[in-house]
């Protein structure tokens, strides 16, 4: 007999889920469901569905172990529904009960599928976070600027991480200033931890393989780990071998090193398989055994219980319709390059293809690559978001949407970001290879050959006057275009718009 149905979602990997803590093994039965809506509401990149299925399927293994019943549908099931509401409504019928614990999903658009089901769905928070949605709330309440720095300090405060008292450790909060060092060949890595797929897994490829073998991005060499097991080695790897460099090269950018010294933690973290707070305190200690400098702890840590918490906590606080923001009014659909055609950009075309094969890339090529030439061609975000959503391992929406409709495409008027992320070649020439062996000049701001982030800057700048031209943060770049004499700015606008043309056209570009 069966009392109550426990959910278990796809990025709810965590044996210490509050839906979980709530239930009884001997009473309560889990549901797992693999069902089309989740892996199709998005042309999620192969990859990311096979991480996403075969976590879960070691997941529901784990819990029988520990003593859990669990029913779980495959994809392939002939009598799986379409949707988690659709599942959970099946197993109640075949188990004689309407009860149902949960805890809360990161997106709107199930949160409100569950709200509406015909089912008694007792929705519990899903703490594991630092920062409450309550806290975060109450922390932004009456602020004119949700700046995540002053967040930050606070899960210090709260967390006592990298704390001396109440002082942060070394008497400075923040050591972003030194973690911009540009690209240097000689700071080449090792790959992070890869594991060999098991069976489980290999299973789990060949279904993906069948039904969305079409889709964007490779499948193999699929590497990813799929238990928490595994996600606690690849911590370790990083801890041990790239954190020390992670400050430093943060924001760099190597053509023939798609991983530099950033972690790759992020799948595992957001499916829930590693934990924030565990990830911080191996950070710390590092830091406290003298092994890692202090810029490249700090950095780390305040992705995590910075940027990460904050871009969560926003999430539910701005509300459902926060991916449908548009304040720039941009509405050109998402470049054919994006999806693996034609380029003669470099970057992009280095960005697209890493993303293609691994679907991961770094948060610079991320922002300032993809993104920053979506924001200065005028891309429509809502298409935007749904491609990062679509092609990154760790894409679930609260977290991506933040990221992509606010920090990188303005798309929320500034709540993220107090100024546009966009920038000319120069940047992308200073913190990577890229340039060199590129069909366009990083050093010709006009002209056919011209880089079009040099053209395009000009141009969003130009067009977004109203809204930017009093930015104090941009009254540098304004008094720059004033001081080009007008034949030149001219120019630049004609060929920036040639290039748009093209775009526009879908010739490659
Ligand atoms: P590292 O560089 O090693 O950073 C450590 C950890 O910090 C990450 O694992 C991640 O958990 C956290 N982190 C770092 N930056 C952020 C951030 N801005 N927001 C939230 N967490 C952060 N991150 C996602 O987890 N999922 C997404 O869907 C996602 N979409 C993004 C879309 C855009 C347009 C941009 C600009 C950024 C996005 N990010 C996203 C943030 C960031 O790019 C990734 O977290 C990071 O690249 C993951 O790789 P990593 O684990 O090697 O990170
Ligand atoms: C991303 C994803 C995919 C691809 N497939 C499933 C699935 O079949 N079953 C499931 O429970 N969850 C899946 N997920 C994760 C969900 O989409 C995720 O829980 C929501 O987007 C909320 O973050
Ligand atoms: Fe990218 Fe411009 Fe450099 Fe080419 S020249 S790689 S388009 S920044």
């Avoid at 300090?153 to 991480?161: N, P, S, V």
């Avoid at 238990?227 to 990083?238: E, N, P, S, V």
């Avoid at 293809?353 to 993104?371: C, S, W």
Wanted: net charge negative; glycine share 8%.
């Amino acid at each position: 007999m069966v009392k109550r149905l426990v959910l278990v979602l796809g990025d709810q990997l965590s044996t210490g889920l509050s839906a979980l803590r709530a239930a009884e093994p001997d009473t309560d039965l889990v549901v797992m469901a693999e069902v089309a809506d989740e892996t199709s509401y998005v042309p999620h990149h192969p990859k990311k569905i096979a991480l996403v299925l075969s976590a879960m399927r070691h997941f529901a293994e784990e819990l029988r172990q520990d003593g859990w019943q669990v029913a779980y549908t495959r994809l392939d099931d002939p009598d799986a529904s379409k949707s988690i509401v659709g599942e959970l409504m099946r197993r109640g019928q075949e188990h004689g009960t309407t009860w149902v614990i949960a805890t809360r999903p990161g997106e709107w658009r199930l949160n409100e599928a569950l709200e509406n089901a015909p089912l008694t769905v007792t929705v519990l928070p899903d703490d594991r976070f630092i920062a409450t949605l309550n806290e975060f709330s109450a922390w932004a309440e009456g602020r004119k600027e949700l700046r995540m720095e002053y967040f930050y300090r606070d899960m210090r405060r709260k967390t006592g991480l990298m704390m001396e008292g109440d002082k942060p450790a070394g008497e400075k909060w923040n050591y972003d200033h030194e973690n911009r060092k540009p690209a240097k060949a000689d700071m080449l890595r090792s790959a992070p931890m890869q594991f060999t797929p098991d069976e489980i897994t290999e299973e789990v490829l060949a279904l993906v393989d069948a039904r969305f073998g079409e889709s964007f991005g490779a499948l193999r060499p699929f590497w990813f780990a799929v238990t928490r097991t595994q996600a606690l080695r690849a911590l370790d790897h990083f801890a041990k071998n790239l954190l020390d460099g992670f400050g430093d090269t943060q924001d760099a950018m190597l053509q023939d090193d798609r991983f530099l010294h950033h972690s790759v933690l992020s799948p595992y973290l957001n499916l829930g398989l590693l934990g924030p707070l565990e990830i911080c305190q191996r950070v710390e200690e590092e830091w406290r055994a003298g092994r890692v400098p202090i810029n490249a702890a700090e950095g780390y840590i305040r992705q995590i219980i910075g940027w990460r918490e904050y871009v969560r906590g926003l999430y539910f606080h701005e509300g459902p319709d926060y991916t449908d923001r548009n304040v720039l009014g941009h509405t050109r659909d998402l470049p054919w390059m994006y999806w693996g055609g034609e380029t003669g950009m470099n970057c992009i075309s280095h960005a697209v293809a890493q993303t293609r094969d691994e679907a991961y890339a770094h948060h610079i090529q991320r922002l300032m690559v993809t993104g920053n030439f979506a924001l200065l061609a005028g891309i429509d975000p809502g298409q935007v978001h749904e491609w990062y959503l679509a092609v990154y391992a760790d894409a679930f929406e609260w977290v991506e949407a933040p990221n992509t409709v606010g920090m990188s495409q303005f798309a929320d008027g500034g709540i993220i970001a107090s100024k546009p992320y966009v920038s000319s070649g120069n940047y992308i020439n200073k913190m990577s290879d890229y340039c060199g062996g590129c069909a366009y000049s990083v050093k010709e701001k006009t002209g056919k050959t011209a880089c079009p982030f040099n053209l395009l800057y000009w141009h969003f700048l130009d067009r977004h006057r109203d809204r930017f031209g009093k930015n104090p943060r941009m009254g540098n770049m304004y008094r720059t275009w004033d001081r080009m004499d007008e034949d030149r700015r001219n120019t630049v606008l004609k060929d920036a718009e040639a290039f748009l043309a093209r775009l526009d056209a879908d010739e490659p570009v």
